[in-house]
């Protein structure tokens, strides 16, 4: 099939371009990229209108979490790839902290086929880099990649043994893996619910330093530097950290460094009368961070903007501030909250879609992220400012655990289209 994208602004983020232009798709991929409507394609093609709205290539969201196997009942792959097209994200790269974890090759073809199954969008699985994410034996790397995992991760938990993480970096070294770690000392953040400070005191709640990112992130630095491993730090929440991330990008380190949806928008103040909706892990930072963070996004120092899409239901939220659930979802807000940092902004909409598409498929090795020729038809058309107020109600996912419910937001995604095909269309 070939389709003909015309009347739209094109969103390229490797030439940092916005501008008038169309694009040809010939059986799922871009075929041609033009100026303006060509003469003459028209005829024998499928003519897409997008009726003057913005074009970009589709978000690559690392780190959702898709509760199967194990918690079904909070998000499943079918819904789950649901809100991802609704949200625009074409890709979702989805995370190993299951029950059991992702960390056998049966279990990383048991998720793939049931992915393949069940979501309309792509789905790349990371895989467990201990046993059990239990920080004492390493994974089967080899045989991991071998059946499709692009990364590894024992999420939130961090490796205490420094041994046992170094042997690990130094097997995925030798393989060419990419390892990605939770910058945090676990010691100084065990039991936090929230950032350390004035709030945290008056609020009486169990606080954490934001100096644990950093004490963390300086760890797995040094470990980088003595393997030469390929590393990605999930997140990257305040701005005592960055200087160590800048030293180490800057003495050729193969770092790269990510920071959730919710950090850049929300601060520790939005916990206000103990909300569990806004609390995630890391918590919610001070407002300074937060500046410091988004300014390390724009100029490339921060390279990947995620979700973070942790799925809980309402028991495990509708608890005391302290017992209750970390995390939020943002695949179907992730769009619309970046979003605020453009019409803020701090950023323009090529540097933002660098953050949210480009660099993610680069780090990974995708082929996505791109308007080129021969690059994949995963497209997103968005309305960078048709404004509306979201109601958690209509979201796709199984839990609905937004901290943005009932907030005015901007940013409406018109349609969505993986390999060419049209996944998700708006009302």
């Given at each position: 099939?070939?389709?003909?994208?015309t009347?739209?602004?094109?969103?390229?983020?490797?030439?940092?371009?916005?501008?008038?232009?169309?694009?040809?798709?010939?059986?799922?991929?871009?075929?041609?990229?033009?100026?303006?409507?060509?003469?003459?394609?028209?005829?024998?093609?499928?003519?897409?209108?997008?009726?003057?709205?913005?074009?970009?290539?589709?978000?690559?969201?690392?780190?959702?979490k898709?509760c199967?196997?194990?918690?079904?009942?909070?998000?499943?792959?079918?819904?789950?790839?649901?809100?991802?097209?609704?949200?625009?994200?074409?890709?979702?790269?989805?995370?190993?902290?299951?029950d059991?974890?992702?960390?056998?090759?049966?279990?990383?073809?048991?998720?793939?086929?049931?992915?393949?199954?069940?979501?309309?969008?792509?789905?790349?699985?990371?895989?467990?880099?201990?046993k059990?994410?239990?920080?004492?034996?390493?994974?089967?790397?080899?045989?991991?990649?071998?059946?499709?995992?692009?990364?590894?991760?024992?999420?939130?938990?961090?490796?205490?043994?420094?041994?046992?993480?170094?042997?690990?970096?130094?097997?995925?070294?030798?393989?060419?893996?990419l390892?990605?770690a939770?910058?945090?000392?676990?010691?100084?953040?065990?039991?936090?619910?929230?950032t350390?400070?004035?709030?945290?005191?008056?609020?009486?709640?169990?606080?954490?330093?934001?100096?644990?990112?950093?004490?963390?992130?300086?760890?797995?630095?040094?470990?980088?530097?003595?393997?030469?491993?390929?590393?990605?730090?999930?997140?990257?929440?305040?701005?005592?950290?960055?200087?160590?991330?800048?030293?180490?990008?800057?003495?050729?380190?193969?770092?790269?460094?990510?920071?959730?949806i919710?950090?850049?928008?929300?601060?520790?103040?939005?916990?206000?009368?103990?909300?569990?909706f806004?609390?995630?892990?890391?918590?919610l930072?001070?407002?300074?961070?937060?500046?410091?963070?988004?300014?390390?996004?724009?100029?490339?120092?921060?390279?990947?903007?995620?979700?973070?899409?942790?799925?809980?239901?309402?028991?495990?939220?509708?608890?005391?501030?302290?017992?209750?659930?970390?995390?939020?979802?943002?695949?179907?807000t992730?769009?619309?909250?970046?979003?605020?940092?453009?019409?803020?902004?701090?950023?323009?909409?090529?540097?933002?879609?660098?953050?949210?598409?480009?660099n993610?498929?680069?780090?990974?090795?995708?082929?996505?992220?791109?308007?080129?020729?021969?690059?994949?038809?995963?497209?997103?058309?968005?309305?960078?400012?048709?404004?509306?107020?979201?109601?958690?109600?209509?979201?796709?996912?199984?839990?609905?655990?937004?901290?943005?419910?009932?907030?005015?937001?901007?940013?409406?995604?018109?349609?969505?289209?993986?390999?060419?095909?049209?996944?998700?269309?708006?009302?």
């Open positions: 099939m070939t389709q003909l994208f009347n739209l602004r094109l969103l390229d983020p490797e030439a940092g371009t916005l501008a008038p232009g169309a694009i040809l798709v010939r059986d799922g991929v871009i075929a041609e990229v033009f100026d303006s409507a060509p003469e003459g394609q028209a005829s024998d093609s499928q003519v897409v209108d997008c009726g003057g709205h913005t074009l970009a290539p589709g978000i690559v969201d690392i780190g959702v898709v199967e196997p194990g918690e079904r009942h909070k998000e499943s792959y079918r819904s789950a790839g649901l809100a991802a097209a609704a949200g625009g994200v074409t890709t979702m790269v989805t995370r190993p902290d299951t059991p974890a992702i960390d056998s090759p049966e279990t990383l073809e048991f998720v793939t086929r049931r992915a393949n199954e069940a979501a309309p969008v792509n789905v790349v699985p990371m895989a467990a880099l201990t059990g994410r239990a920080g004492r034996e390493m994974t089967e790397i080899g045989f991991l990649m071998d059946a499709g995992a692009a990364a590894f991760t024992d999420c939130d938990r961090v490796v205490t043994d420094t041994k046992v993480f170094s042997r690990a970096l130094t097997y995925a070294r030798s393989l060419g893996a390892v990605i939770h910058p945090q000392d676990p010691g100084l953040s065990k039991g936090a619910a929230v350390s400070g004035k709030f945290a005191s008056l609020r009486g709640l169990p606080a954490v330093s934001p100096m644990a990112e950093r004490m963390g992130l300086d760890r797995d630095i040094a470990l980088i530097e003595m393997t030469g491993a390929r590393y990605h730090a999930d997140q990257i929440t305040t701005a005592r950290a960055l200087p160590a991330l800048e030293r180490a990008k800057r003495n050729g380190l193969d770092i790269t460094a990510g920071v959730g919710h950090h850049l928008t929300l601060n520790a103040l939005d916990v206000a009368d103990y909300r569990t806004f609390k995630v892990k890391p918590p930072r001070d407002e300074d961070d937060r500046l410091a963070v988004a300014e390390a996004v724009a100029s490339g120092l921060i390279d990947i903007i995620c979700s973070m899409h942790t799925p809980q239901d309402e028991e495990s939220k509708r608890l005391p501030f302290e017992e209750a659930a970390s995390g939020a979802v943002g695949l179907e992730l769009l619309p909250a970046a979003m605020r940092l453009v019409h803020a902004e701090v950023m323009d909409l090529p540097t933002l879609w660098r953050a949210l598409s480009l993610p498929a680069k780090r990974l090795g995708l082929s996505g992220g791109r308007i080129a020729v021969g690059a994949p038809a995963d497209l997103v058309l968005f309305n960078p400012d048709a404004p509306f107020v979201l109601d958690r109600a209509t979201l796709r996912s199984k839990s609905r655990n937004t901290p943005f419910d009932g907030m005015r937001m901007q940013g409406k995604v018109m349609a969505t289209y993986v390999a060419g095909s049209c996944v998700y269309e708006a009302n």
